[in-house]
């Protein structure tokens, strides 16, 4: 088991510090400690895992906050993390203007302490952090993350603890953006999204509910379609999404832990260049801030409030290991 601290040295990138982790089981994964903890890279015995957009790793002092320049610099990588003030679509609400996505995903960590930890039964890679979402006159909130990867398993874990850190009560928005590509993602592959109900973002994405759960051939002309889910729960209120490509025998789960990531969103775009898929668990619809209050996903927190998030990402080796995923 290995983890180093890395830096980035070129074009835009320029700058950037990731922990760089490789277990024995294969996989190896880095931590963008640059940009709110996400991770960027994932890969298994050498297959990528993930989807890294045109714009590739991108520096936080690049970010545009209006409107969607996120865009610019959303390296969409194995996971984004989008919050804690909005999620979704760039809106307005009250008088304040709000981004894509929110800021989170462009503020560098503090407090980061990475370790191999060796006191328990099995050796693990533990790896600590700190991403602020504060403003003076505004919202106050926090979110500490902690990554744990242990010597052997082909999984990672995500816990993290958004605090209100102000005297007020505060709206909080999150949503993990899981992005699944090449190879992983072809025509070919099975995507398994147990939904009780499914319904279609917009009137687009309406047109091809039918075919939801179907990749395609990439297409230069292919306009995304987004999709809500409401997941079946098993007996500990979680649920688990996969991707599975059977060519390679090789695929991809996320564990969501229900009691507070309530709302999956599909994101299926299957352009040519731009052909991912996005499995995004989240606490709320990302129509803006307004939809969310009137449609009742909205959720809040008091002052003092503490809300954990988790997720447990599985490597699949093979097809009995994706069909045990199928068997809630």
Known sequence: MKVKKIRMEDGKASGVEMVDVQNRSGMH?????SRGMDIPYLDFCGENIGFISPCGVVAPEYFDDKGLGFLKSFTAGFM????????????????????????????????????????????????????RDAII????MSLNREICCYYKDRKITVRDKVKNEGFKKVRQMILYHCNIGYPILTPDSEVYIPALETKARNEHAQEGIANWMHPEVADSDYEEMCYY?????DENNHSKVAIFNPELDLGIAIEIDLSTLDNLVQWKMMGAGDYVMGLEPANSTIDGIEDAVNNGSMKYLEPGE?????????????REEFEDVKNL
């Not at 006159?137 to 106050?140: I, M, P, R």
Request: contains cysteine; charged residues 20%.
């Open 29 to 33: 994964f880095d931590v963008n400690i």
């Open 80 to 131: 984004t993390t989008c919050g804690l003030k909005v999620a979704g679509a760039p809106c307005e609400y009250e008088g304040t203007s709000y981004g894509l996505h929110g800021n989170l995903s462009h503020t560098p960590a503090e407090d980061v302490s990475y370790v191999i930890d060796e006191n328990g039964e099995t050796p693990c890679v533990v790896i600590r952090g700190t991403i």
């Open 137 to 140: 006159f505004g919202d106050k």
């Open 229 to 233: 889910h409401k997941l079946k729960p």
């Open 306 to 318: 503490v809300k954990e998030y988790n997720l447990t990402f599985h490597i699949l080796k093979g």
